[in-house]
RNA sequence: GCGGAAGUGGCGGAAUUGGCAGACGCGCAGGCUUCAGGUGCCUGUGGUCGUUAAGAUCGUGUGGGUUCAAGUCCCAUCUUCCGCACCA
């Protein structure tokens, strides 16, 4: 047969979808695989062959386990809210539905040519409104358990997206989306109590199968810490001043203090504070640093003495300085912190540049040079001297401070709640009223979905205010509680509300009357293999292992965590090595690609390339080898023959089933399309194939070039699809050779290659060891020492 | 700085986890087919020495070590990539 993907991938593509035969089934009595995949955010752009490659270990796990018997749910979908749409409708003056619905049929047409399985009949789109009608009534869920609260807050913001930022999108100072140096501005601000999830989506990480560096990422995001709180008494003043410290054995060691510029002591104490010109002064240099150069600085201290205050030891009454640095953060514990100049290393350096006393309080190191951070025997202590264990002076330390009630023991965490509004238009309208007399008050469940108002002109106002604000149709309501004069709140949800709870939508699509029916959840969850990038391993998963373990706590879903395992693609680079990117112009467009090559070799191709979980580098006559090898296989339909096939080939046959079995399983891809090459050329080299050994390689091609294989499978009169035949099943015996050839060595040197009886005895391999003639020539005239033999892997005779 | 991963031919990468390094693919070279280009098919392809050959010898970032045997384990060291980062 020749190789015709043009007429070949067309048709099958129509069949698959008339046959609806990649429909999962709810409520089937087949053991049941979900598998997940990150939908794509629909831009105009269209496809990228990284969304090839990430969809392809899925579409290939998915489409074995139908053949295996799984009733399978591997579903597709749309994150359609976000900037990129509306900077698009700003800039056409278009409509962003229209925008969307537009670029969500070219994706979908992409995708359907490239033969994902993907059921078509569960497409969800975060922006409709039977979806985002669920967003908002799980937020609504969250605000009526007190997980959502509006506060002031100086927050990142983005001057060219005119938008707040979460720490998460303003990573380094940037803006997540346009790249520009984010600036603080004080802002009404609608948080998540993400926070109050820390310890369970700690917890949880022991219960899902995740890469260790993926947990790693979650646990570091996450940034759980232990310690205390120490109240710290501030000379001629009511107010304690209180620090968060890891290190509260060290506080003896406590030379000064240092707190935030922000610190509101600062502000209220101005009048007893000296030089507040000064302090002013440098505050008004830190404002004009951004975040990313605050944390950049990693060397040079800088700082201000507050002069006429004094904070006292609390566990030797000694009157310190305290310092305003910007290397102490607001956002981080309470703002200020002890210094202990011998044991941390940025106290060292701000006490050298200062000339503060460094007192040593634990014995190692030189601190003449550097602060010492390892453990050791306690010094300068008091009731802590002697002891030299850090767990124990730590315990002892916080027992005391709990005693004398100036201190406890406590954590912290580096992950903030979640900022949760954006000023924007194509995002879920926050469902809130603020009532003048009864505050913010929920929307009434039964008017989900507060749809986003239709209108013309999608342009932030001048203070960033979001478009909404303008409609006043919208703005004014009446207050659900007491029916009198209300606003709506205008300010709208980020993109990551939407893909917190995607997964759970696909289960149930089109329900009105609950987020998913409750049996199909418990039939389907959890997500047994969840595909992703790396880029989402913090900021989405954290986010909707959030949303899910509320949704647990509440009782809507029964599990806790939403994803059994998980796994990450690497990125494909460009031919030159590089990150792909329109600038650099190593853009790969994977329609080019099957276009030229056909959508089975795009498929083979993006999973032979290399590691799955690595960056590789695209290489286009690489590409024109998968194109060749699938040619290779469609010209097996004139090399048929009915003789049986030899023992040996059968062998070979029987360890590509297992080979290629198992390879998908720990999604080696690479080699187990290596496995099917070799296999190919062991097929030639015979000259022909027989047709049930054939049917048996294309049943292993087909997760990965499912057209070609079909087709053959139809020339060969195969009833049905090959998609849904039963996946070959490998015979052990038959994997079994008769004899084997092994390496032999000569003290440690491979000398020469023997053919044995597979499971011969040790005596008799040797014996046919030292009757090879190149063996026989290395030990002439010296006496054998040693002779190891491992079963049917090697012989090493060690002589003098 | 902390954490993680990785360094293997001209290139992408294999190596059943301590047992014949370089599977498979690309590229390259020679040959056949072809008017020719391309395609296709066959053969060869880690380096060095060796007239071909037989063979020898070196070889998995670098330097040591353990072992009958090391890409794989241990110690040291260099490099690259990816997270996190004045987190108290």
């Known amino acids: 047969m020749k190789y015709n993907f043009k007429a070949i991938e067309g048709k099958w593509q129509k069949r698959w979808e008339d046959g609806k035969i990649f429909r999962a089934v709810d409520g089937s009595d087949k053991p049941k695989f979900y598998g997940l995949v990150e939908f794509p955010y629909p831009s105009g752009a269209g496809m990228h062959v990284g969304h090839i490659k990430a969809y392809s270990s899925i579409e290939v796990v998915s489409r074995k386990r139908r053949m295996e018997g799984y009733n399978v749910l591997f579903p597709i979908g749309f994150d359609a809210f976000g900037l990129p749409t509306e900077n698009y409708a700003i800039k056409t003056k278009t409509h962003p539905r229209i925008i969307t619905d537009r670029n969500i049929e070219k994706f979908s047409n992409q995708l359907k040519r490239v033969g994902f399985s993907f059921d078509w009949e ?75 999830y820390a310890d369970k989506l700690l917890q949880g990480l022991d219960t899902v199968d995740y890469p260790e560096n993926i947990k790693q990422q979650q646990v570091n995001w996450i940034g759980k810490s232990t310690g205390a709180f120490v109240d710290f008494a501030v000379d001629g003043i009511e107010d304690k001043l209180e620090i968060y410290t890891t290190r509260p054995d060290t506080l003896f060691g406590v030379t000064f203090m240092v707190i935030a510029p922000e610190h509101p002591l ?367 296989v469609a010209a097996l339909t004139d090399r048929l023959t009915d003789e049986p096939a030899s023992p040996e080939f059968e062998s070979k046959l029987h360890k590509t089933i297992r080979k290629v079995s198992s390879d998908i399983e720990d999604m080696k891809f690479n080699t187990a399309i290596a496995s099917l090459m070799t296999l190919l050329n062991d097929i030639y080299a015979v000259g022909s194939i027989n047709k049930e050994n054939l049917v048996i390689f294309i049943k292993l091609l087909c997760p990965f070039a499912p057209h070609l294989c079909e087709e053959i499978w139809e020339t060969l009169g195969g009833e049905g699809f090959l998609s849904l035949a039963e996946w070959p099943r490998y015979d052990e015996a038959k994997t079994v050779d008769a004899t084997k050839e092994i390496g032999v060595q000569v003290n440690g040197k491979l000398r020469s290659t023997i053919v044995i009886p597979t499971d011969a005895g040790k005596e008799q391999v040797l014996a046919i060891a030292k009757e090879d003639a190149k063996v026989k020539a290395m030990m002439e005239g010296k006496t054998i020492v040693k002779e190891i033999y491992v079963p049917n892997k090697i012989v090493n005779i060690v002589v003098k």
Request: aromatic residues 12%.
């Open 266 to 632: 600062i502000d209220k104490y101005a009048d007893k504070i000296k030089n507040m010109d000064a302090i002013q002064a440098y505050r008004a240099e830190c404002n004009k640093k951004t975040e990313f150069e605050r944390t950049q600085l990693v060397k040079d201290k800088t700082g201000v003495k507050l002069e006429g205050l004094e904070g006292i030891n609390p566990v030797n009454g000694k009157k310190i300085p305290i310092f305003i640095a910007d290397y102490v953060m607001m956002g981080y514990g309470t703002g200020a912190i002890m210094a202990v100049p011998a044991h941390d290393q940025r106290d060292y350096d701000f006490a050298k540049a200062f000339g503060i006393d460094i007192i040593q309080v634990i014995k190692g190191g030189n601190i003449e040079e550097e602060a010492y951070t390892g453990d050791g025997e306690m010094i300068n202590s008091g009731f802590l001297n002697g002891y030299t264990n850090k767990k124990d002076s730590i315990a002892r330390m916080i027992g005391e401070l709990e005693k004398l009630g100036i201190g406890k023991g406590g954590v912290q965490y580096k992950m903030k709640d979640w900022a949760f509004n954006r000023q924007r238009y194509w995002g879920e309208p926050i469902p809130i009223v603020h009532c003048p007399h009864c505050g913010d008050v929920a929307v009434p469940y039964e008017e989900l979905p507060l749809r986003l108002p239709k209108i013309e002109n999608f342009e932030p106002g001048q203070e960033g205010e979001s478009p909404l604000a303008k409609i006043d149709s919208f703005v004014n309501c009446k207050c659900p509680k007491c029916g009198r004069d209300a606003k709506r709140e205008t300010d709208t949800m980020p993109q990551w509300a939407g893909s917190s709870w995607y997964y759970l939508r696909y289960i149930d699509p089109h329900n009105e009357t609950c987020l998913a029916d409750a049996d199909k959840m418990n039939y389907w969850m959890p997500v047994d293999w969840y595909n992703g990038g790396m880029e989402h391993v913090t900021r989405h998963m954290i986010y909707s292992r959030f949303w899910h373990h509320f949704l647990y706590d509440l009782g809507v879903v029964n599990t806790p965590e939403p994803y059994a395992k998980r796994s990450a693609q690497g990125l494909i680079l460009g031919p030159d090595g590089e990150k792909m990117s329109k600038s650099k112009g190593n853009v790969i467009d994977p329609l080019d690609i099957v276009e030229e090559y056909g959508a089975d070799t795009l498929r083979t191709y993006v999973l032979f390339m290399g590691d799955y979980g690595v960056a590789t580098p695209w290489n286009d006559s690489s590409t024109k080898g998968c194109k060749r090898f699938l040619e290779r």
């Open 122 to 196: 569960r497409v969800v789109d975060t922006t409709d409104e039977d979806f985002y009608k669920w967003t908002q009534w799980i937020f609504l869920k969250m605000f009526e358990k007190g997980l959502v609260y509006r506060d002031k807050a100086w927050v990142n913001y983005c001057p060219s997206c005119k938008v707040v930022l979460s720490n998460e999108d303003s990573q380094g100072g940037k803006c997540d989306i346009c790249h520009s140096d984010v600036i603080q501005k004080s802002k009404d601000v609608w948080y998540l109590r993400i926070t109050q």
